[in-house]
């Protein structure tokens, strides 16, 4: 079975799908990450914020920040081996990754924004 890491950057929450201004980039990554789940693919996120021990436990993560900094994340492995850094590979990219057939999402990413001007917060019901 293949899997899929993503090393995200820090994020107010697990998908980055939350506050009050969600980059629509992630929101179609989120959904892809879903549709992947769905198709057995395991995939595991990192999200920098929550735990950056798995960044620093990750050997060509940490090689990456250290040659670049934030600047490579996020990175997306597949079995250990980089896929994509710098930026979130689409649906077709990550299925050919995980030898299936891309397919189009069936439902619309579920967004919750939050009316807080500064983003996530404690409590707020956004992450």
């Known amino acids: 079975m293949t899997r899929i890491d993503v090393f995200d950057p820090p994020l107010c929450c697990s998908s980055g799908v939350c506050g009050p201004s969600v980059d629509p980039l992630l929101a179609a990554f989120a959904a892809d990450v879903q549709w992947l789940g769905q ?8 999200n ?3 735990v950056p021990q798995d960044f620093v ?4 993560v940490r090689e990456l920040l250290s040659l670049e900094g934030e600047a490579c ?12 850094r710098g930026a979130y590979p689409r649906r077709d990219a990550l299925a050919q990754a995980a030898g299936l057939q891309p397919a189009a999402s069936t439902t619309k990413p579920r967004l919750k924004l ?5 983003g996530c917060t404690p409590g707020s019901g956004c992450c």
């Open 57 to 60: 436990g990750t050997e060509v």
């Open 39 to 46: 198709q057995g693919v395991d995939v595991v996120r990192h």
């Open 114 to 118: 939050s009316a807080v001007a500064n």
């Open 48 to 50: 920098l914020a929550q």
């Open 73 to 84: 994340l996020p990175v997306v492995l597949v079995d250990g081996q980089v896929l994509q």
